[in-house]
């Protein structure tokens, strides 16, 4: 049968601006929350991590942002470079749960 | 840093045939998984391993599929009877613990004709 691809949303940037990706996750229950960055032939990439008790995580030049009311997650990266360039997936679980769940990405496009 | 190795990097095979992929995971992890990622499609949780057995696989790890830790570094994921619809690139990864970010190998790309 056809195989039906994944239709991800594109966010195009100009060099030096900031991103913002946002997330909707879907499990209430979910405690913990990853940002992964995939670049084109290679596995996720881990930049940043927040648990359930956080609203708020800053890592170097990322940040994001935890709303468990509306259950949405966001990544903010800061003077975005051209190898920001890559596939941004957000990742739910349960801190003591073994399945990571992936959201649908977001492709990031910087331009020079 | 230490990092999850995957091989091979890519493996074909035709319908039918056996095929086993091979992680190393980081060395002081005791948590083990595989994902698959469909061409265009979400990453896919298959399965995860914990002090040698399956603590929980999801419902596209059936029959087919086994996993084994065959001596203290590697990880290997068996799929019996391959089928069109296993193509796709298979993730390794691990974690120290249970509750922390999984780090991911670079994948293996099966296709299956």
């Known amino acids: 049968g056809e195989s039906v691809g994944l239709h991800l949303p594109t966010l195009s940037v100009q060099e030096g601006d900031n991103s913002i990706i946002n997330c909707a996750y879907s499990?209430?229950?979910?405690?913990?929350f990853i940002w992964y960055k995939q670049e084109s032939g290679k596995g996720p990439q881990f930049i940043i991590d927040i648990r359930s008790n956080m609203d708020k995580r800053q890592g170097q030049r990322v940040t994001v942002l935890l709303n468990k009311t509306v259950k949405h997650l966001s990544l903010q990266i800061a003077a975005t470079q051209p190898g920001d360039s890559a596939v941004y997936f957000c990742?739910?679980?349960?801190?003591?749960?073994?399945?990571?769940?992936f959201g649908g990405g977001t492709r990031v496009l910087v331009k020079p | 840093e230490p990092e999850v190795t995957q091989t091979p990097s890519h493996q074909v095979t035709q319908m039918g045939q056996e095929v086993i992929l091979r992680c190393v995971p980081i060395?002081?992890?005791?948590?083990f998984y595989w994902y698959r990622q469909i061409l265009g499609q979400k990453v896919e949780f298959l399965v995860s391993?914990?002090?040698?057995?399956?603590?929980?696989k999801s419902e596209i790890f059936d029959d087919q599929f086994s996993v084994e830790r065959p001596d203290g570094s590697n990880f290997t994921l068996k799929i019996r009877s391959t089928k069109l619809e296993d193509s796709a690139m298979y993730f390794c990864?691990?974690?120290?613990?249970?509750?922390?970010?999984?780090?991911f190998g670079p994948g293996t790309r099966l296709t299956v004709t």
């Open positions: 990864a691990s974690s120290e613990e249970v509750g922390l970010a999984r780090s």
């Open positions: 060395s002081n992890h005791l948590y």
């Open positions: 990742a739910e679980t349960k801190a003591a749960g073994n399945k990571l769940t």
């Open positions: 499990n209430s229950a979910s405690d913990y």
């Open positions: 391993f914990y002090n040698n057995e399956i603590s929980e």
